[in-house]
């Protein structure tokens, strides 16, 4: 027998709100199977259907994490847990019911269909065995009640408010973040989840939303949309569960669809063969990104969308794969052995055609540049802001975020490439120099991005060379090298001597040139900087990194946001 009603304590609630995010997060990986199997070209319709079902149970792992949040826990989301292997079962649920990976298909369907199953209507709640996903979120809505009528609700929630993901954070799918703070707020995000998997009232199909694709649309319950993509058939009003779906017809393009072996493995292929090279390079990303879910919901909310947008990015590697005759895996990889980093030291990582992750609170301000009135001469840098940010945060590549400087994840929806083509040789290696009376400058042409600083109404840095007999002079051009924000340009007093750098602090500054012309990133003060494939870039007390996203130059700045005129 299930037993029925085992949340007695606050410590109980933390520990099934735990097991709600393990539960929802389960769904994610059969779902990205049949997602990324999918041709959207040649079935549109189901596309839709299973992106709309991914983006909710995202959306339902965040409200589980903020319920427990509320109550005062902290979620576990970088853990083995998460990723048990396949084929494996419901966390704490019906052990009958085997969740695999695999293509979409009449197979993938029924499990979906049993994934969902919607609870009878007095179908009693079980917080352990569950029968259903509504039975489960029923005792939990049980054993949140009764702690708040025994201990009151201030002793309940103890959680704090900054740690919950919000609407601030973008979603995009239907229904909305709710951020919990108390009971009722608590109920509304049960509700959420409920309404959406199984319908409303446990005897509709609607879930009360709209299609986040058709906003026209009402919405059916996930089960529902299932059952649509089953039978062939939409909803129309005045359907029922009994009635099934008598509306439009849905296609489904059988040989549009990319074929993978059910729960494949890395250990069925020996290592260095390219299936399991390209299996592994999957599971790494994944595991990183569960690391970003993680950060998410312990403090850093704006990484939900940068996490979420990095799922998306994910269909590459899984083509990838189907192409060479295998599929993911989703097998957990530890953090010591991934790219992305976990440890809190001050670092910036270029993610593959996503954002910069910044590590370790580091500083974020805008600065803007200084001109003359007359003629636009670069004069300098004036500090204008400080940028609250969380421990990590993520800073938009891509250009096209919708809460710039932040990132919101429209480098996936938008297909970024952000193939990073810059040169990684050290600036030594790389310089050119020219001497002057008492000064040796020294210059990478390749990290210029035109700030103009080294060009004076009068005449160009390299032409000042010549007068440097003069002290002002020597000082001038010292003057425009120190204001060079890419540090193309540095100086010593000596030809062989060390290159003198200004004292810069360590932070990011969001730069704005003449005429409100958005610019690039400046990372300042000796920041280490990580690639894409996880090298480090050369450290250097000053790098301009591209934020506009079309500079040939990536992942520095070339100055191009000139020519497309990029604005924030």
């Known amino acids: 027998m299930p037993n029925i009603s085992p949340i007695e304590t606050v410590d109980d609630l933390r520990e099934h709100l735990q097991w709600a995010i393990e539960l929802e997060h389960s769904t994610l990986p059969p779902y990205l199977c049949a997602l990324y199997s999918l041709d959207p070209a040649r079935n549109p319709e189901v596309v839709e259907v299973v992106t709309s079902v991914f983006v909710e149970e995202m959306l339902h792992l965040t409200l589980a994490a903020n319920l427990l949040n509320a109550v005062g826990g902290a979620p576990l989301i970088d853990t083995p847990r998460m990723l048990r292997g ?51 979120y029923a005792a939990i809505r049980s054993g949140l009640l009764t702690l708040c009528s025994r201990l009151g609700e201030a002793a309940v929630f103890t959680g704090k408010p900054a740690r919950q993901a919000t609407d601030e954070q973008f979603y995009g799918g239907a229904g909305r973040i709710i951020a919990v703070t108390d009971l009722p707020s608590a109920l509304q995000a049960l509700d959420e989840i409920v309404e959406q998997g199984e319908g409303a009232a446990h005897h509709d199909v609607w879930d009360g939303d709209h299609d986040m694709f058709h906003p026209e649309r009402d919405e059916v319950g996930h089960y529902y949309r299932f059952v649509e993509l089953k039978t062939g058939r939409r909803f129309r009003r005045g359907d029922t569960p009994a009635t ?119 500083p974020l301000q805008r600065k803007v540049k200084v001109v003359a009135p007359e003629n636009d001469d670069s004069l300098d840098w004036h500090r204008t802001e400080t940028i609250p940010t969380e421990e990590i945060y993520a800073l938009c590549r891509c250009g096209r975020s919708g809460a710039k400087p932040f990132c919101d994840g429209s480098h996936a929806r938008t297909s970024f490439d952000g193939t990073e083509t810059a040169k990684t040789g050290s600036y030594t290696d790389r310089m050119w120099r020219q001497e002057g009376e008492g000064i040796s400058i020294r210059r990478v042409g390749s990290l210029c991005m035109h700030a103009a600083f080294c060009v004076g109404r009068t005449k160009q840095l390299d032409d000042w060379l010549p007068d440097t007999t003069d002290s002002d002079a020597r000082a001038h051009v010292m003057w425009m090298v120190d204001r060079c924000p890419s540090g193309s340009y540095t100086y010593a007093l000596e030809p062989d001597a060390e290159a003198i750098e200004p004292d810069l602090p360590m932070a990011v500054s969001v730069i704005e040139e003449e005429h409100g012309l958005a610019s690039a990133l400046w990372v300042t003060g000796g920041i280490p900087i990580l690639r894409a494939d996880g090298q480090p870039w050369e450290i250097r007390n000053r790098v301009m990194l591209c934020r506009c996203g079309h500079s040939g130059n990536k992942p520095l700045c070339d100055g191009t946001h000139r020519s497309i005129d990029f604005r924030e």
């Open 244 to 362: 099934g779906p008598t509306g439009d017809p849905v296609h489904i393009d059988w040989d549009g669809i990319h074929t993978m072996p059910s729960n494949p493995r890395t250990a069925d292929h020996p290592p260095g063969s390219a299936v399991r090279v390209a299996q592994e390079e999957f599971n790494h990303t994944y595991s990183a990104l569960l690391h970003l879910l993680e950060r998410a919901f312990n403090g850093s909310p704006r990484l939900l969308s940068v996490a979420t947008g990095e799922m998306y990015g994910l269909r590459a590697q899984a083509l990838a794969l189907f192409e060479i005759g295998s599929g993911p895996t989703f097998e957990y990889v530890i953090p010591a052995d991934r790219r992305l980093r976990s440890e809190d030291s001050r670092l910036i990582e270029v993610l593959p055609d996503g954002p910069y992750l910044v590590h370790g609170q580091i």
């Open 86 to 136: 396949y084929p494996t079962t419901l966390p704490h649920g019906d052990r009958s019911v085997a969740v695999s990976l695999g293509s979409f298909g009449p197979e993938a369907l029924e499990l979906f269909l049993r994934i969902e199953q919607p609870s009878a209507v007095d179908a009693p709640a079980e917080s352990d065995s569950y029968e259903t996903i509504g039975q489960f």
